[in-house]
């Protein structure tokens, strides 16, 4: 059972922006750094964007993300058919002596 | 560039121990973060658990009691033991690390993935 919340579903028309919401307490996004992962069926996934709002090399810049308190978030910026995917966020957790935690995940039709 | 391979067998049967092994690529186990993940069928992703090169790990709370990470430094390689397995570890496995050095948890470079199924 996850600890970070997202939205089963997001989606949106090609251009559009669509925003994921992370939500999760003060012992993971309120105390450490996010992390967003994009998952295609079948491949590996992929770092999008790390320490919040950063984005790996590689990484378009349509992608950013956000962190607010206990709440993170990914925005996609014109939105394209090659972003329908599976959405992840990610920090550690201080409780129990510390494990890194997957939010639920959120599906993105295009 | 690392790249990172996951191998073992597909198959376990129920109660048994499975075992994949991680094999680095491309750049040296030592001074780096290796980790474990998985992803049931129609499920979200899992964290299992990290190692350090020296040996130090850590794993996921609901897994702990049945999880062993290790590294063959020699090999350049990395395992995972989990014991004991039933239908719900059924799942694709994957290897990541952050290629930061020092750091645990951008897990920027991953294996392909390994299907393992539990069954009879």
């Known amino acids: 059972q996850s600890v970070l919340t997202q939205p089963p579903s997001a989606s949106g028309t090609p251009g559009q922006r669509v925003i994921i919401s992370c939500s999760g307490s003060?012992?993971?996004?309120?105390?450490?750094?996010v992390n967003w992962y994009q998952h295609l069926p079948g491949t590996a996934p992929k770092l999008l964007i790390y320490n919040n709002n950063q984005g790996p090399s590689g990484v378009p810049d349509r992608f950013s993300g956000s962190k607010s308190g206990t709440s993170a978030s990914l925005a996609i910026s014109g939105l394209q058919p090659e972003d329908e995917a599976d959405y992840y966020c990610a920090a550690w957790d201080d409780s129990l002596n510390g494990f890194y935690v997957f939010g639920t995940g959120t599906k993105v039709t295009v | 560039q690392v790249q990172l391979q996951e191998s073992g067998p597909g198959l376990v049967k129920p109660a048994e121990t499975l075992s994949l092994t991680c094999t680095v690529s491309?750049?040296?186990?030592?001074?780096?973060?290796w980790s474990w993940i998985r992803q049931p069928p129609g499920k979200g992703l899992e964290w299992i658990g990290y190692l350090y090169y020296t040996g130090i790990t850590n794993s996921n709370p609901s897994l702990k009691s049945r999880v062993t990470i290790s590294a063959d430094t020699s090999k350049n390689q990395f395992s995972l033991k989990l014991n004991s397995v039933t239908a719900a570890d059924t799942a694709v496995y994957y290897c990541?690390?952050?290629?930061?050095?020092?750091?645990?948890?951008?897990?920027?470079?991953w294996g392909q993935g390994t299907m393992v199924t539990v069954s009879s």
């Open positions: 003060s012992s993971n996004i309120g105390s450490n750094t």
């Open positions: 491309g750049g040296s186990i030592i001074n780096y973060y």
């Open positions: 990541a690390t952050d290629s930061r050095d020092g750091y645990i948890d951008a897990l920027d470079i």
